[in-house]
């Protein structure tokens, strides 16, 4: 495989067989700010004849319909998280069809697919392009099973590979939580809710054939709130269920009472206020989950204290976000994902909470995304290095095990990104000399906020200057490695086998960031 | 340091150690749980030095590794030790 070296010292391959041709990363904005056009992907004109419903009997039917056939692009959805029965039910049709060498394409994978492992093993599936992999599936691909490399990209990259038809989707199967007979979708209501339908939205507009499957068939025209158009979806299939209610729409996250959390949350919270950024007008994404959702705690509490109204929240939203719009301390929410059953409420009662596609929230290659007028986001991270580059897709023994989600866009587009870590976990720094996999580059990481000290960038002087002001706790990031490294030992780095590539890691512009090798058997 | 008995100090809690010690001719190390491949060297100079310092001849030692500290091995290791010369089977 042809090699290059990329700006971050990164190896990285200039063609991938039977993917394409790629261009090795060189900074955040090089592909950016360029003049005129590019041609994107033509649009699929359909010619069916007039008709009331678009119901079909089953799976089969609509595959036979869509004239899958082997070799081609096959999309999912991942709103449903870990309720979602579809993929499984339609790789099931799929492999009983006799189908061979599909690329699949989702938008992410949920935790649950174990699944997915034992298509590619069965030959159903030989390309796989998603945000993340985990479990059985990230072994699979870290024992270097899969013969083609795994296309890893960003939600915005992924919008952005889809419309200038880097990936060109055969067939799209959404699970529809609420679908007329004509094919209006929305995902706010019926026994499977799961509140936005993002990047649905992106794959319904860009596919060629478009299969909405179904556990709520309601009266046409389905309202108040149509995510998808019915001119978008070729034929409808309802099941009994989409999948496990409970898991896709799961209860309101709850703030941590793990104190290493809720001290890197407070003085996340303290860099932000120091650095002058929380002023009326902000506009903030935050995680769902440990010290980056405990961060909306203490910034709900300033802004109410200060009568400080925001512009928009962002995101990945949680029912905490959908509670900060409620008590008005932002003017609206855009949600490409949601996350809780309190979300799915919001979306349906409060039109300030605004549903966005893919392309709208993240892809830096369309007139304008919302990621590029964030004022803070605060993402969390498997591993950094003291460079300021984040890895959340690999663990400490090199096995994939994460997803790049919204990561390098969030980062790329806020005026401040803090990255939250604890400084160690499970007995293992956070902070390496190189982390295993790069999927942010350090140049769009502001600060690395840990319970033992705050790292900021040596590139934002001016936000040292003001934390320093401020009193905060502020540590060189190779001495706390070094300090760290004191209680734990230094780790061994993983060891792979370098001839065989399991994955490429896109940038959000489509170049190159990374390679993860298969691990060393 | 001759140990008489088989012994063990630690818990099988996140970020602690379960380490057992039982009587042997030589130094032998099973090393398991998550950090046991990326802590394989660290955690057998930790062994051989605490070996080393309680002049022990030989011991068969388990260490279940559940993400604790360096220190917190040492210190679990060196408990078990002492409990399996002075002859009290567990906690």
């Known amino acids: ?521 | 340091m001759i140990l008489l008995n088989t012994a063990s100090a630690g818990t099988l809690e996140s970020s602690d150690c379960l380490v057992t010690v039982s009587p042997a001719e030589k130094l032998k190390l099973e090393y398991k749980g998550a950090n046991s491949e990326v802590f394989a060297e660290r955690t057998m100079q930790l062994v051989e030095s605490v070996s080393k310092k309680c002049c022990l001849s030989g011991a068969e030692i388990s260490i279940q590794d559940q993400g604790a500290l360096e220190i917190t091995i040492k210190a679990r290791l060196e408990t078990a030790l002492i409990r399996a010369v002075k002859g009290v089977a567990k906690e």
């Open chain 1, 1 to 521: 495989m042809d090699m290059t070296l990329n700006s971050l010292g990164r190896k990285v391959p200039l063609e991938l067989p039977g993917v394409g041709s790629f261009a090795p990363y060189m900074s955040p904005f090089s592909m950016l700010g360029q003049p005129g056009t590019i041609q994107g992907t033509q649009m699929h004109m359909r010619r069916p004849a007039p008709a009331r419903s678009k119901v079909v009997e089953n799976i089969e039917k609509a595959v036979e319909l869509s004239g899958l056939k082997d070799g081609m692009t096959i999309s999912f959805h991942h709103h449903l998280r870990n309720g979602d029965a579809v993929i499984p039910m339609v790789l099931d049709v799929l492999q009983k069809m006799g189908f061979k060498g599909l690329t699949l394409a989702p938008s992410s994978i949920p935790d649950v697919h174990d699944c997915i492992a034992d298509y590619i093993r069965s030959g159903l599936i030989n390309r796989l392009y998603t945000s993340g992999v985990r479990g059985e599936l990230g072994k699979l691909l870290s024992r270097g099973e899969l013969n083609i490399p795994v296309v890893i990209r960003s939600h915005g990259g992924r919008a952005r590979a889809i419309e200038e038809g880097s990936i060109s989707i055969d067939v799209a199967f959404l699970a529809a939580p609420a679908c007329d007979p004509l094919g209006n979708i929305t995902g706010s209501i019926g026994p499977s809710a799961c509140g936005s339908l993002g990047y649905a939205m992106t794959d319904a507009r860009h596919a060629r054939h478009v299969v909405a499957i179904t556990d709520n068939l309601v009266k046409y025209p389905l309202n108040p709130r149509i995510s998808i158009p019915q001119y978008l979806v070729d034929s409808i299939v309802c099941v009994d269920s989409l999948g496990d209610p409970k898991k896709i729409a799961t209860g309101a996250a709850r703030i941590t009472r793990n104190p290493v959390d809720l001290k890197i949350a407070r003085d996340s919270f303290r860099l932000m206020k120091s650095s002058g950024i929380v002023e009326p007008g902000f506009s903030f994404q935050m995680g769902v989950g440990g010290a980056s959702l405990a961060v909306a705690k203490y910034l709900e509490d300033y802004m109410k204290e200060k009568g400080i109204r925001g512009s928009f929240g962002l995101g990945g939203v949680g029912g905490y976000m959908a509670g900060m719009l409620e008590e008005g301390l932002f003017d609206a929410v855009f949600d490409v994902q949601s996350f809780d059953s309190a979300v799915t409420k919001s979306m349906q009662e409060d039109p300030r909470h605004i549903e966005i596609d893919a392309s709208w929230y993240a892809n830096p290659f369309n007139a304008g995304c919302i990621v590029h007028n964030l004022d803070c986001v605060i993402l969390a991270a498997l591993e950094v290095d003291t460079d300021f580059n984040v890895n959340v897709l690999t663990g400490n023994d090199g096995v994939l095990r994460g997803a790049s989600g919204g990561h390098q866009d969030t980062a790329a587009g806020a005026k401040l990104s803090i990255v939250v870590a604890p400084s160690f976990r499970g007995g293992v720094p956070s902070i390496k000399e190189r982390v295993t996999t790069v999927t942010t580059p350090g140049e769009t990481v502001d600060a690395i906020v840990t319970e033992r000290g705050i790292c900021i960038n040596p590139r934002r002087e001016d936000l040292l200057g003001s934390a320093l002001k401020s009193g905060l706790s502020i540590v060189d990031i190779t001495a706390l490695k070094k300090e760290v490294e004191k209680l734990t030992g230094i780790p061994r780095p993983a060891e792979f086998n370098y001839d065989k590539v399991a994955a490429v890691v896109e940038y959000r512009d489509g170049t190159l960031i990374d390679t993860v090798y298969a691990r060393k058997s």
